[in-house]
T-cell receptor, first 112, second 114 residues
Framework: SQQGEEDPQALSIQEGENATMNCSYKTSINNLQWYRQNSGRGLVHLILIRSNEREKHSGRLRVTLDTSKKSSSLLITASRAADTASYFCATDAGSGYSTLTFGKGTMLLVSP | SQTIHQWPATLVQPVGSPLSLECTVE??????LYWYRQAAGRGLQLLFYSVGIGQISSEVPQNLSASRPQDRQFILSSKKLLLSDSGFYLC?????????????FGDGTRLSIL
């Protein structure tokens, strides 16, 4: 079953704009992760935020986590055409085996 | 550095035929290994994971099976493919030790059943 649900399903912006994607989940988690998938390729890990963290940055990426609302957001600042991809959140419920439950993803299109 | 290889990249198989997809990891030892399936326009569904040689956990009942004959080799199999087995199959690994570990994915196999 899929625990994470991303919103919006699709997002279209211009280069230089910021892109914000949201993720909601249902059960308690150990951490939440964001991945990027270019068309027809495997997933690439972007950032991991632990359940006791509220915000994390990596380059142009900013992730927030609100465990009380069971939600997370991914902000990509100053988007580039190369950021065009699908973005997935995934939750680790702390099984000890790092198994993840993925959402359906947000498809981001950045136009030049 | 660690790398993960999956093959073949694409596969077209008739209904009822057998399947074998292979995944190998290099540059690390004792990884956790995972098989996922991704339907078109959807997220990933965890099919199997393994924490050691011969140790396989199945997440969903289905027409598929997995095996781990060597530490860094993970195989996805089927004796008789169904139309519903079509999809994009992804293998991933994560470090065995420690909590809060990311997963690292191969480039996937696109499987079409005719």
């Amino acid at each position: 079953s899929q625990q994470g649900e991303e919103d919006p399903q699709a997002l279209s912006i211009q280069e230089g704009e910021n892109a914000t994607m949201n993720c909601s989940y249902k059960t308690s988690i150990n951490n939440l992760q964001w991945y990027r998938q270019n068309s027809g390729r495997g997933l690439v890990h972007l950032i991991l935020i632990r359940s006791n963290e509220r915000e994390k940055h990596s380059g142009r990426l900013r992730v927030t986590l609100d465990t009380s609302k069971k939600s997370s957001s991914l902000l990509i600042t100053a988007s580039r055409a190369a950021d065009t991809a699908s973005y997935f959140c995934a939750t680790d419920a702390g099984s000890g085996y790092s198994t993840l439950t993925f959402g359906k993803g947000t498809m981001l299109l950045v136009s030049p | 550095s660690q790398t993960i290889h999956q093959w073949p990249a694409t596969l077209v198989q008739p209904v009822g035929s057998p399947l074998s997809l292979e995944c190998t990891v290099e540059g690390t030892s004792n990884p956790n290994l995972y098989w996922y399936r991704q339907a078109a326009g959807r997220g990933l569904q965890l099919l199997f994971y393994s924490v050691g040689i011969g140790q396989i956990s199945s997440e969903v009942p289905q027409n598929l099976s997995a095996s781990r004959p060597q530490d860094r080799q993970f195989i996805l199999s089927s004796k008789k493919l169904l139309l519903s087995d079509s999809g994009f199959y992804l293998c991933a690994w994560s470090p065995r030790t420690g909590w809060n570990q990311p997963q690292h994915f191969g480039d996937g196999t696109r499987l079409s059943i005719l």
